[in-house]
């Protein structure tokens, strides 16, 4: 059931997954914003204005981090992620401010958490976020923690076993941010991805389709790719509050 303060827009949808994480916040808003009523509008306006005037910690709990909670009720589920992670940027939240919304929060703001990093921790302070999800078995958790921060940051033993959870529990491989380029002749993880497949097979369990085309990438040979778009930080494509 659609919820009512969100409009009918079935061809743009928000998209599961990273892409959240790997759009900018002034993008992000602007798609958001067309496609909520007059009432969850002037909610998300108002959310934005208070964390942009009172940002990071006050008191044992700010209002924006209030604001995180509501945000599925008030803007509908389907556009809740994206919300959370406005609010996050607005509040300019910092990796302790972070921390405790991920400690704290349920696993949907936990998501929102991870999918916000990259716009708000130029630096791997926050990696043990992402290696936290990384060890559970919520694959929507997970697909979040696979996002362009652990592209920028996370080391390359820990990177190679999140791909392998990600065949493990069944997470599309294209929720990788900058998988390409990561895994482009990486002998050790072509390594790893042939030794799994060699014990589902001798298990007699398929193999999954997305393990060849990782496998494929691992190709030393191969025209390295291009470098993924930096919209972390220190880029221009941010945004403090709404939209001017």
């Given amino acids: 059931m659609t919820h009512p303060h969100a409009h009918q827009a079935p061809s743009t949808t928000d998209t599961p997954g990273t892409t959240h994480a790997r759009t900018p916040p002034a993008q992000l808003h602007s798609h958001i914003a067309a496609h909520l009523d007059d009432t969850a509008r002037a909610w998300l306006d108002q959310a934005l204005d208070e964390a942009a005037a009172h940002p990071g910690a006050h008191g044992p709990i700010s209002v924006w981090e209030l604001r995180l909670a509501e945000a599925g009720r008030r803007c509908g589920p389907e556009h809740a992620d994206a919300v959370r992670i ?11 401010a972070l921390t405790r919304v991920y400690a704290q929060g349920t696993a949907a703001e936990r998501r929102a958490v991870l999918r916000a990093l990259p716009y708000l921790v130029p630096g791997p302070e ?27 940051h996370l080391a390359p033993h820990h990177w190679r076993h999140a791909i392998l959870k990600c065949l493990f529990t069944g997470i599309p491989v294209t929720e990788v941010a900058d998988l390409d380029r990561r895994a482009h ?46 919209h972390g930080p220190n880029g221009s494509d941010g945004i403090h509050g709404k939209d001017s």
Wanted: net charge negative; proline share 10%; glycine share 2%.
């Fill in 185 to 230: 002749a990486d002998a050790e993880l072509a390594r790893m991805l042939a030794d799994y497949a060699a014990e589902r097979t001798a298990a007699g369990r398929p193999v999954p389709h997305d393990l060849h085309r990782v496998l494929t990438l691992t190709d030393p040979t191969a025209t390295p790719p291009e470098p993924a778009a930096d």
């Fill in 126 to 152: 926050a990696l043990p976020l992402v290696e936290d999800a990384l060890r559970t078995n919520d694959t929507r958790l997970l697909a979040a923690a696979v996002g362009p921060y652990a592209a920028r």
């Fill in 86 to 96: 406005l609010i996050l940027h607005a509040a300019r939240a910092d990796t302790d």
